[in-house]
């Protein structure tokens, strides 16, 4: 067994073997149709993280997170947020 790990390429090489086309696209461009359940609810929960994740980082950068009472209220409205934009862009809204 070899102690050093697999380059990224070698692992990317690999997993693309195992996925068909449908799904190694889905996973990259994030759009949950892979024709899998279980990898397009992995693929949504990663949608709305990195929709909340983005939220967070604008209302920081605003400076708008300046006391503990606001973080929560912060992290409350980025899912909430980001709930709302996967809702939207199921039913296929702008």
Same mark, same amino acid.
């Given at each position: 067994?070899?102690?050093?790990?697999?380059?990224?390429?070698?692992?990317?090489?690999?997993?693309?073997?195992?996925?068909?086309?449908?799904?190694?696209?889905?996973?990259?461009?994030?759009?949950?149709? &892979?024709?899998?359940?279980?990898?397009?609810?992995?693929?949504?929960?990663?949608?709305?993280?990195?929709?909340?994740?983005?939220?967070?980082?604008?209302?920081?950068?605003?400076?708008?997170?300046?006391?503990? &009472?606001?973080?929560?209220?912060?992290?409350?409205?980025?899912?909430?947020?980001?709930?709302?934009?996967?809702?939207?862009?199921?039913?296929?809204?702008?």
């Amino acid at each position: 067994m070899s102690e050093t790990p697999p380059s990224i390429k070698d692992m990317s090489d690999k997993a693309s073997m195992l996925l068909t086309g449908r799904q190694y696209a889905a996973i990259h461009l994030c759009v949950p149709d &892979s024709g899998e359940k279980w990898l397009d609810d992995m693929i949504k929960k990663a949608l709305r993280d990195r929709f909340a994740c983005h939220y967070v980082a604008h209302v920081v950068t605003l400076g708008l997170a300046d006391d503990e &009472s606001s973080v929560s209220w912060i992290g409350e409205n980025a899912y909430f947020l980001a709930d709302e934009m996967m809702r939207m862009r199921q039913d296929g809204q702008p």
